[in-house]
């Protein structure tokens, strides 16, 4: 019988979402499945893979993140053309994103609130519209000190998406799933400041810290805003990666 070291060091397998990931992209990548033509219905996959809805929820998931197929309420899965705009949120190549969409562990309270005049001009709403406001921190795997705090501002119409914020699926992507509604522009700016008390507090931080902002504006195809996020990252744990390439001629 192996002891308890043996068990500890044997690899772990593959989660099973993962296992359909990989087949797919080869699939992907073999032309079985065109640019422009759809993948199997969600039933088909379930019947292909034995394996549950919600496994292959999650792996057509992380296949639209990394622009491989496209996905829309009503018209199914589509395969997309290499180099597409689908994976537009990762297209900075910023490590802080790496953060914000991994499986964290996400430390949040949501709170219903109608903005101020500031912030309703920056949400492009009313003062008398009510927002869900998701704050808190997120966590990596078995750490105490948060990586960085986030403030969201969320409309009120997409609510049932808050039910599903601790499974580490971004937002914009909720959104989308849930409601049919495709992210078509994010707007996104970078700078330093001081932290605010509050969050410097959460951070561990002193008052004052230097930290590093990414704030984000989620819009749809109609131009209407649908998320506000904030992201406050500590000075010395924050880093910038960007890769650019001549256009071909």
């Known amino acids: 019988m192996a002891d308890a070291s043996d068990t500890a060091a044997a690899p772990r397998p593959p989660a099973l979402y993962k296992q359909v990931v990989e087949a797919l992209r080869r699939d992907l990548l073999e032309g079985v499945y065109p640019v422009g033509t759809q993948l199997p219905s969600e039933e088909e996959l379930t019947q292909r893979f034995g394996m549950s809805r919600n496994t292959i929820r999650e792996a057509l998931r992380e296949l639209r993140n990394n622009g491989l197929v496209t996905s829309r309420r009503g018209s199914g899965t589509t395969v997309a053309k ?124 002193a008052p004052g810290a230097a930290v590093i902002e990414i704030g984000r504006t989620y819009r749809i195809a109609s131009g209407r805003i649908v998320e506000l996020s904030s992201n406050i990252y500590p000075f010395d744990q924050f880093s910038l990666a960007i890769k650019l390439r001549r256009s071909p001629g």
């Open 82 to 205: 290499p180099g597409s705009t689908a994976s537009y949120i990762h297209d900075t190549g910023m490590l802080g994103d790496l953060y914000q969409y991994s499986r964290m562990r996400w430390d949040y309270a949501v709170q219903l609130e109608r903005p101020d005049a500031a912030l309703a001009a920056r949400l492009e709403t009313e003062t008398d519209e009510e927002w869900l406001r998701i704050e808190g921190c997120r966590y990596p795997d078995g750490a105490d000190k948060p990586a960085f705090w986030t403030q969201a501002y969320l409309r009120r119409d997409y609510a049932g998406v808050t039910r599903l914020l601790a499974r580490g699926i971004p937002m914009y992507q909720l959104i989308e799933d849930m409601y049919g509604d495709r992210v078509t522009e994010v707007d996104q700016q970078i700078h330093g400041m001081a932290a605010p008390e509050r969050v410097a507090e959460r951070l561990g931080l």
